[in-house]
Structures are given as structure tokens and as C-alpha cells.
Nanobody, 123 residues
Framework: VQLQASGGGLVQAGGSLRLSCVVSELTFSRCALGWFRQAPGKEREFVSVIGRSTGSTLYTDSVKGRFTISRDNAMKTAYLQMNSLKPEDTAVYYC?????????????????WGQGTLVTVSS
């Protein structure tokens, strides 16, 4: 199983980035897809998740209204659109996948992880 994350980079505060995560060798449509991040010196934290149904999403409070998670089952790709970025959003962002039943949207216990993509937001 491979998860390939991309789209990170350097952006000024207030700017936008779109992260992508391509998943291979997994029954993509049966998985919840999550995004996590780890800032320097801090533990990895949950950012967002989308369930098997595109209507099932969760966000951590600090990104609500600014980030949008989505998925394209045909392309086996998850996305994280990040708008109004802040310096505190600076982190390595990881995508993850977990087989789930029905509309479950887990915030932990993920089995599969990508390699991470660095997002740096300058003030």
C-alpha cells in the first residue's frame, strides 16, 4: 500500500495551498481518508477526515472554515484545500487511510500513512 502526498510549499499568510494524496494498492472506496500534521517540536495531530461518503467530514477546530477535505474515488485521490493559511499551520502534513464500515469518520487508529509534505506559512 502506498500513499503519495504532494502539494506542500512555502506560502505567505493568507494564501492557499492544495494538498493531494494518491493511494495505490488499496480498496480506496472502502477507506476513510485523513490528514494529520506535525509541527516542529510537537506531536502529530488530527486535521481532517472524510468518510466513504463524501458527506461525512470532520475538522479540528483550528481549521474549520478554512480547510476543505474532498476525495475522488475514480482517481483514488484525497485532497485538502487550505485557505487563509496562518503561520501556525506550518507543519509536515501526512495523509492516511483506514478501511471503515458505513459512514465512520475516525480521528485516530489509521493503518496506512504517506510520507508527508511540508507546508510553511510565512508571516
Amino acid at each position: 500500500v502506498q500513499l503519495q502526498a504532494s502539494g506542500g510549499g512555502l506560502v505567505q499568510a493568507g494564501g492557499s495551498l492544495r494538498l493531494s494524496c494518491v493511494v495505490s494498492e488499496l480498496t480506496f472506496s472502502r477507506c476513510a481518508l485523513g490528514w494529520f500534521r506535525q509541527a516542529p517540536g510537537k506531536e502529530r495531530e488530527f486535521v481532517s477526515v472524510i468518510g466513504r461518503s463524501t458527506g461525512s467530514t470532520l475538522y479540528t477546530d483550528s481549521v474549520k472554515g478554512r480547510f476543505t477535505i474532498s476525495r475522488d474515488n475514480a482517481m483514488k485521490t484525497a485532497y485538502l484545500q487550505m485557505n487563509s493559511l496562518k503561520p501556525e499551520d506550518t507543519a509536515v502534513y501526512y495523509c492516511s487511510a483506514k478501511p471503515v464500515i458505513l459512514s465512520h469518520v475516525p480521528t485516530s487508529g489509521y493503518h496506512y500513512w504517506g510520507q508527508g509534505t511540508l507546508v510553511t506559512v510565512s508571516s
